[in-house]
């Protein structure tokens, strides 16, 4: 047996003693068989990834072999345990062989229970100890100088045509202050204002997340630290910077918590461990194919083209200062390029302006009205540009990246006199900053008509490609998206590529009892490296459950008639909540037809999820069912995932319709389109295995502990009438079913 085979054994041996002396030193905690079976899952995967560089092969200049990939795909039903089952063996595996464990969750609240609580339980229990740390994106920090400069209304100056203003963001602030009302302006100075002042007070700590109230994207993007306009330690506030010393804490710890649009968005950026040199646990893994499609989309405005002007100013007179001859091409590539966009949008609406111009059509064909300020979109078809849009479009990708050739030799001359000139740095780096803040923009427009123009070879999906149409304000803006169809392809190409070892765990990922959905959608699919497990909850929900179908005379389908019908069976069932309750709906308009419905007695006990923030809507909800009331929650999509409400918290969950996640965004379209040309089933591929995982998400709220007893409402016939309703019943928990007729 080799040396590595018997390093296995022992590291994969070591983890799990590890693990076993954790649940044994943690108070009141009983061992369960599926949380260990996981445990040893996650053991064995890493043990076998081959990390980091390897040896070369036998034989003079000899390649190294291929290393061994090892990854784990794991179904954890609730109540397993599952942070405990993969942090603790991937924890000492990683001590143990001297590298780092990256663990990353869906979402930001996730990595805040991981850092916040189950981490800090686990150092104390561990033998071993470990350091671990919070990674987020550097635009969910405060820029310290960018504040600094809002908050003290710093408008006046800019860097102008030619002169060498400080302001950076003068302008571009100016522009925008312009578009908005009085108030609304002098309301967002207040707001930078108090935040200015709490961050000098120390009564924040420059994290988005940590403010009472986290501001709407459009207040807090300008002063969100980003790399493009940050210049590092040449910057005037490095030293108090908050990234910056977040990143010192990252540096230094063996466990990093991070998110899956970090992870994504940072390959090759060395912010998180490498990842052929790291045990990469992805929690909640089912919403890894969803963020690798917004990741890897991209989108350009053709309307507001005023920028172009800005950096072609910039670049030519900080190119000048640094002796760049390249700059000599700026003026063309930049008047090419604004010329190439603004035909690009007359062309569009030349072709799509009566598709622009119209009201959306919801899946299956019928009318949906457009709400106040949401785009109108028309997806070009097949993903074949109109020959029309080729010539501009080809010409803006040309133009693009000449003038982004432009400013990259900039940028390496600017870096290059901030290292020779360090009496200069601080006005080198403001400049550095002028360029990058603008250089974004160019970015994507250059990735948009690349992406845009690129023609799918024989047999592959092609990319989604559609534009929009927008009023705001005075403007009607026009804009070009693309994105990838196929999540898988992405994720294979630029995440598994790089990966040796890797454990994906969710209670959701086995769509309809199979776990092929998901392999697809992850790009993990027919790959030899993965192993699954489907590890089943410990709850006997036969015992635990009722899973209670109503079926209304009105189709599901004619959402008029049954929302009726529907809401007149909620309002009987909801009279006899004693407790806690979740009511889950579809659409906004169902949650409104029933809140109009409730009669006045229930109202006290109904809390509406769109009136209240989540933290206080709970905290209530927590209050009085610990009084002994009646509290029923409504609640829209996000509060059917990653809700915790165990015992009297949830005794009733109200599921009024099937949560169909219909492909009627631009990327489903395309891909159902696809589909269909190759003569198979968008509605049987697509939307039974997505909405299997999203209803099996609703129906996980109901039972949280060993001890809960729960009643579950469906008010959909399709559930328990249909062949796919079959199919969804599969992937739900095995509660014992009732069936109601319709009354």
């Not at 003038?403 to 600017?414: C, Q």
């Not at 454990?503 to 959608?521: K, N």
């Amino acid at each position: 047996m080799s040396h590595y085979c018997m390093s296995q054994q022992e590291w994969a041996a070591q983890a799990l003693q590890s693990f076993d002396a954790v649940v044994s030193a943690t108070e009141g905690f009983r061992s369960r068989t599926g949380q260990r079976r996981m445990a040893e899952q996650v053991a064995h995967t890493f043990s076998r990834a081959q990390l980091g560089k390897l040896e070369d092969g036998e034989g003079e200049g000899a390649p190294p072999p291929a290393p061994q990939r090892s990854i784990a795909v794991v179904q954890a039903g609730t109540g397993v345990g599952k942070s405990l089952a993969y942090s603790v063996p991937a924890i000492a595996m990683a001590l143990e062989r001297g590298t780092r464990v990256l663990i990353s969750t869906a979402t930001v609240a996730l990595q805040e229970q991981l850092v916040n609580k189950d981490l800090p339980a686990l150092a104390a229990r561990m033998a071993q100890p470990f350091r671990f740390a919070l990674a987020k994106g550097r635009g969910r920090y405060v820029c310290k100088l960018k504040l600094e400069r809002l908050a003290s209304g710093g408008s006046a100056g800019g860097d102008g045509e030619g002169g060498e203003g400080d302001d950076l963001f003068a302008d571009e602030e100016a522009e925008e202050r312009a578009r908005r009302p009085r108030h609304e302006s002098e309301a967002r100075m207040q707001f930078y204002t108090s935040m200015a002042d709490a961050l000098s007070a120390g009564q924040w700590d420059g994290d988005r997340d940590t403010l009472q109230a986290p501001p709407e994207s459009e207040v807090w993007s300008p002063v969100a630290a980003e790399s493009s306009s940050c210049t590092g330690k040449h910057c005037p506030v490095f030293s108090q910077c908050t990234y910056y010393d977040r990143r010192k804490a990252l540096v230094a710890a063996q466990v990093i918590v991070a998110n899956h649009d970090l992870l994504l968005s940072s390959i090759g950026a060395r912010l998180l461990p490498e990842l052929d040199n790291c045990l990469l646990v992805l929690d909640e893994a089912h919403h890894l194919p969803a963020t690798a499609l917004q990741q890897f989309a991209c989108e350009a405005d053709l309307s507001r083209l005023n920028w172009i002007d800005k950096l072609a100013s910039r670049a030519l007179r900080i190119g000048a200062l640094v002796e760049v001859e390249e700059i000599a091409d700026v003026p063309n590539h930049a008047a090419r390029l604004r010329t190439a966009l603004q035909d690009a949008a007359r062309l569009a609406m030349d072709v799509y302006g009566e598709e622009l111009r119209a009201p959306r059509p919801a899946w299956g064909g019928r009318a949906r009205p457009q709400a106040p300020g949401v785009p109108t979109r028309a997806r070009v078809a097949g993903g074949v540009l109109p020959p029309e849009l080729i010539e501009p479009l080809s010409q803006a990708a040309h133009h693009a990246e000449g003038f982004l050739d432009a400013l990259r030799a900039i940028s390496k001359a600017l870096r290059a006199e901030i290292r020779d000139k360090p009496d200069e740095a601080r006005r080198l780096s403001t400049l550095y900053a002028q360029i990058g803040a603008l250089a974004p923009r160019l970015e994507a427009a250059h990735a948009t008509a690349q992406l845009l123009l690129q023609d799918a070879p024989e047999g592959a999906v092609p990319a989604a490609k559609w534009f929009t149409l927008q009023v705001d304000g005075d403007y009607i803006v026009v804009k070009a998206h693309a994105s990838p169809v196929l999540p898988g392809n992405t994720l294979r190409n630029n995440l598994w590529s790089a990966v040796r070892g890797a454990v994906l765990t969710s209670a959701t990922l086995t769509s309809c009892g199979q776990f092929d959905f998901f392999l697809r959608e992850a790009g993990l699919f027919g790959d030899e490296a993965v192993t699954t497990l489907e590890v089943p909850s410990p709850f006997d929900y036969a015992l635990q459950g009722t899973l209670i179908a109503t079926e209304t005379t009105a189709d599901p389908r004619e959402a008029q008639a049954f929302t009726a019908e529907m809401v007149d069976a909620l309002l009987s069932d909801l009279a006899l909540v004693e407790s806690g309750a979740l009511v889950l709906f579809t659409s906004r308009d169902q949650m409104r037809q029933a809140v109009d419905a409730l009669p006045t007695a229930m109202r006290a006990s109904v809390l509406v999820q769109t009136a209240l923030p989540r933290p206080q809507l709970l905290a209530q909800h927590r209050e009085r069912v610990e009084r002994g009331e009646p509290s029923i929650i409504f609640g829209m999509q996000s509060f059917g995932e990653g809700l915790d409400l165990p015992g009297a918290l949830c005794e009733s969950l109200f599921i009024t319709k099937l949560p169909f996640a219909p492909p009627d965004d631009p990327v489903g379209e395309a891909r159902a389109e696809w589909l269909r040309a190759a003569g198979r089933d968008p509605f049987s591929e697509l939307v039974v295995p997505a909405t299997a995982i999203r209803l099996a998400q609703w129906v996980g709220r109901a039972i949280r502990t060993e001890e809960d007893r729960a009643h579950v409402y469906c008010y959909d016939k399709r559930l328990v009438r249909t062949s796919y309703g079959q199919r969804l019943l599969k992937g739900l928990p095995p509660f014992t079913l009732e069936r109601r007729g319709a009354a």
